[in-house]
């Protein structure tokens, strides 16, 4: 009976293929919306884990200022080298300690110029920041003790003042400093939130503070732990630690806070996904409006058709085989719907995720949900009409003109 009812249904379907397209509409507009909005919001998450993984594996920074509060931030006072000292000498969970200052400047190389940040760093500030070398070398110890004027370029920085050509070797004003460039460090490309992470230059810190900044300030002390474990017994050691040097009284509020990369990867992660399943929910809304769809023609398929089910009633046909004529009409419909949606979600998707520059993250049992909604959506909306044809009265239904 099934097989039969399957090819009768197919036939109406076909009698009417406008129709049963113009119907499936819905379902396919609603399908391919759900797998393209949620495989985007996928690909986001991991697109922020990757760029947050870029800071660096168990990195800490120090900053000073309250935590959120913008005026204490800016009146706090900056950290020191005596600083450093003590951390390096009583955390002793801190695998890599990198003190940095920075401050914008104009780069000048020939006749081409660039405004970008310069950045007064040790050679562990690569290390925490996971910093890679294109060409060159770091800096010495020479240079990093004596303050020589030497310095390390980022990628945008070498492709604005020298483009292609190999820049080692070749002096460069930085503001009214002239050093020489001796490595280039590997790109990292723009951010999730669209910043450049190339666009800057390392000098030493010693450097930086005698011939750019004229002070000794650190601006920020960005730290890595030895392991995954030990971050939180760093985030104590150091609090404990900056509030006895800064002679903060208990019951007073740090002046400085320590960012954990892992706190922040956690709350876009948290983020991305709640925006994500939103996104997912509101796409799932226009399966809800295909499913009425289906049951709108459904019951202006009843009308038309109501002389043939009086026929098929009065000839000995049973209430249940014209309810399952009609009910698997709209599940073939819905499910129709469904693989064309699977197949433009997918291809929207592939397509979205590389215009946006996000990788491609299918999840299957997004896909297999989309699809099972849209088998749910023709029986629960077919099921209405198809339980309307089969309570027609024979006698009424053949009187129908």
């Known amino acids: 009976m099934l097989s039969s009812t399957l090819v009768m249904a197919l036939r109406e379907i076909r009698r009417n293929t406008m129709r049963s397209v113009l119907t499936t509409l819905g379902i396919v507009i609603g399908v391919a919306a759900v797998i393209i ?9 991991a697109k922020v884990t990757a760029d947050v993984a870029k800071l660096g594996n168990n990195m800490l920074t120090l900053l000073p200022g309250a935590h959120r509060h913008g005026p204490a931030a800016a009146a706090a006072a900056p950290f020191t080298l005596a600083d450093v000292q003590a951390i390096r000498r009583e955390v002793p969970a801190v695998a890599h300690v990198a003190p940095s200052a920075n401050r914008g400047v104009l780069a000048v190389a020939g006749n081409k110029n660039h405004n970008t940040v310069a950045t007064g760093a040790t050679n562990e500030y690569l290390s925490v920041r996971q910093l890679a070398l294109e060409l060159g070398r770091s800096f010495s110890d020479v240079e990093l003790l004596g303050g020589a004027p030497a310095c390390l370029l980022g ?34 490309g723009q951010s999730t939130f ?69 706190e922040i990867l956690a709350t876009l992660s948290t983020v991305a996904a709640t925006l994500t399943a939103l996104l997912g929910a509101i796409a799932g809304v226009s399966l809800l409006v295909g499913g009425i769809g289906i049951m709108n023609i459904m019951l202006v398929s009843v009308t038309e058709r109501t002389r043939e089910i009086g026929i098929r009633l009065a000839i000995g046909a049973r209430g249940r085989e014209v309810l399952w004529q009609f009910l698997v009409e709209a599940v073939v419909l819905s499910l129709l719907g469904g693989v064309l949606g699977m197949l433009l979600g997918l291809g929207g998707a592939l397509g979205a995720t590389r215009g946006l520059d996000f990788p491609f993250v299918l999840s299957p049992l997004v896909v297999v949900v989309a699809f099972g909604f849209s088998a749910a959506v023709g029986v629960a909306f077919g099921f209405f009409p198809a339980r309307k044809a089969a309570r027609l009265n024979p006698i009424e239904a053949l009187r129908h003109e």
Do not use: Y
Not at 37 to 45: I, K, N, P, S, Y
Not at 159 to 166: P, Q, R
């Open 194 to 262: 669209g910043a450049d992470q190339d666009d800057f230059l390392l000098l030493p810190l010693a450097t930086f503070q005698r011939r750019l900044a004229g002070n000794t300030d650190v601006g920020a002390i960005a730290l890595s732990a030895a392991d995954d474990r030990s971050i939180p017994k760093v985030k104590q050691q150091l609090t404990l630690l900056m509030r006895e040097r800064r002679h903060i009284a208990e019951g007073q509020s740090d002046d400085f806070w320590v960012m954990d990369t892992k």
């Open 37 to 45: 909005m949620v495989t985007v919001g996928e690909g986001a998450t």
């Open 155 to 188: 990628a945008t920085v070498r492709k604005e003042l020298f483009g292609a050509t190999d820049p080692l070797g070749t002096a460069i004003r930085v503001g009214n400093l002239s050093c020489q460039v001796v490595g280039v460090i590997a790109s990292k």
